[in-house]
Structures are given as structure tokens and as C-alpha cells.
T-cell receptor, first 116, second 114 residues
Framework: AQKVTQAQTEISVVEKEDVTLDCVYE???????LFWYKQPPSGELVFLIR??????QNEISGRYSWNFQKSTSSFNFTITASQVVDSAVYFC?????????????FGQGTELSVKP | ETGVTQTPRHLVMGMTNKKSLKCEQH?????MYWYKQSAKKPLELMFV???????ENNSVPSRFSPECPNSSHLFLHLHTLQPEDSALYLC?????????????FGSGTQLSVL
């Protein structure tokens, strides 16, 4: 069965520290997509990244980077030199199967608190 | 103007009330969704509409009734809710319902059922 696990419920760091948010997924499909979303206190989830199952290249976007490893079914997210504005709940999500768009399977989220 | 707008932001209702949640998207998308976010639980997909037709009903109780009059508007009609229905209800939209579509979310309606 498909599942997304974010084992870290809450993480607290001090500004400028690096922090990695873990995501482990389960799926029987060979074609799938993985996502990360950020949910700030205002409530709306904001799309951060999408990765398909055939592309294991790591990606860097500014202070954000993602490490996709199919061998361990993981899609971890690292924030370098964290800032207070990074405080939010971060969700990892899985989308699989043709004609299954929008049916994201979410992890439980990791609440990140960055203290000044 | 934000891409996806939800009203109201907060709603308190009794178990015998009838209320509606509204969602409007200004992105020209063809698909809209309702998700439920309860405390300590992952987001749960409730309904999917594509081109105004419901394509998914994720075993949601009949006390939740969606309506999609056009591709820009989505409603969630509520009646005889239970306290366990208290949650953040998020609307989202996407260009289509393909597997790789990214979703654009509204800020949600925080619902409390007394």
C-alpha cells in the first residue's frame, strides 16, 4: 500500500543552522511523483518541488536542496542556513498511478521552528 | 489577489446547522479539490472535480456535499456535522488531474463543530 512517513513530528533549530527533514515513502508503482509543500501559519500549502521517479538527480534551489534515493525510498529535504521565515509545517507527498492526479498521499508533516 | 480564495476563514457551527464553505480560484485551472486537515493526521483528500464533474469521492460521509457550478468555484455544503468533523478544510486547484500536477491551495476554513 502507498504511504508517506515523516518520522520527525517537530524540529527546533537556531537560526543559521542546517536542518534536514526526512521523508520515506512506500509504493508499488514504478511511475510516481514526490512533492514537498510548505504550510506557513497562514494556512495555505505552498508547492516547493516535484520529482518524478525516473529522475534521481538531486536538486538545489537557493538554500533548499533535495536528496532523492530510490534505493532507500527516501526524499529528504535540507534547508541550509535556516532563517526564522522558514518556520512552518513541511509536508512530503506522493502521487502515483495514471489518472490519479491530485490524489496526493501526504505524510503527517514536520513542524519546523527556527529560533533567532 | 491570491490564486485560490476560501471563505469564511473561520466557522463555528452547531451539530444541527447547515453551512457552506466557498472556494474560488483565479488561475484558470480545470481541476479543484477539497482536502481535510485534522490535528495530528495527514491531509485527506475528500473530493476531486475535473471540468466541473466529480471524478473522486473518497468515501466521505453524506453530511458533506460538494458542488462545482463552474471551473472557478467549488462549494462544500455541510449539514448535521459531528464534533469529529472539526478540522481545517483546504481547497486546491490544478491545471488538470494528471499525476504530476502541482496543487495550488487556499488558506483554508477552520471549522469548529460544537
Amino acid at each position: 500500500a502507498q504511504k508517506v512517513t515523516q518520522a520527525q513530528t517537530e524540529i527546533s533549530v537556531v537560526e543559521k543552522e542546517d536542518v534536514t527533514l526526512d521523508c520515506v515513502y512506500e509504493t508499488r508503482d514504478t511511475t510516481y511523483y514526490l512533492f514537498w509543500y510548505k504550510q506557513p501559519p497562514s494556512g495555505e500549502l505552498v508547492f516547493l518541488i516535484r520529482r518524478n521517479s525516473f529522475d534521481e538527480q538531486n536538486e538545489i534551489s537557493g538554500r533548499y536542496s533535495w536528496n532523492f534515493q530510490k534505493s532507500t525510498s527516501s526524499f529528504n529535504f535540507t534547508i541550509t542556513a535556516s532563517q526564522v521565515v522558514d518556520s512552518a509545517v513541511y509536508f512530503c507527498a506522493l502521487s502515483e498511478g495514471y489518472n490519479q492526479g491530485g490524489k496526493l498521499i501526504f505524510g503527517q508533516g514536520t513542524e519546523l521552528s527556527v529560533k533567532p | 489577489e491570491t490564486g485560490v480564495t476560501q471563505t469564511p476563514r473561520h466557522l463555528v457551527m452547531g451539530m444541527t446547522n447547515k453551512k457552506s464553505l466557498k472556494c474560488e480560484q483565479h488561475l484558470g485551472h480545470n481541476a479543484m479539490y477539497w482536502y481535510k486537515q485534522s490535528a495530528k493526521k495527514p491531509l485527506e483528500l475528500m473530493f476531486v472535480y475535473s471540468l466541473e464533474e466529480r471524478v473522486e469521492n473518497n468515501s466521505v460521509p453524506s453530511r458533506f456535499s460538494p458542488e462545482c457550478p463552474n471551473s472557478s468555484h467549488l462549494f462544500l455544503h455541510l449539514h448535521t456535522l459531528q464534533p469529529e468533523d472539526s478540522a481545517l478544510y483546504l481547497c486546491a486547484s490544478s491545471q488538470a488531474t494528471a499525476m504530476n500536477e502541482k496543487l495550488f491551495f487556499g488558506s483554508g476554513t477552520q471549522l469548529s463543530v460544537l
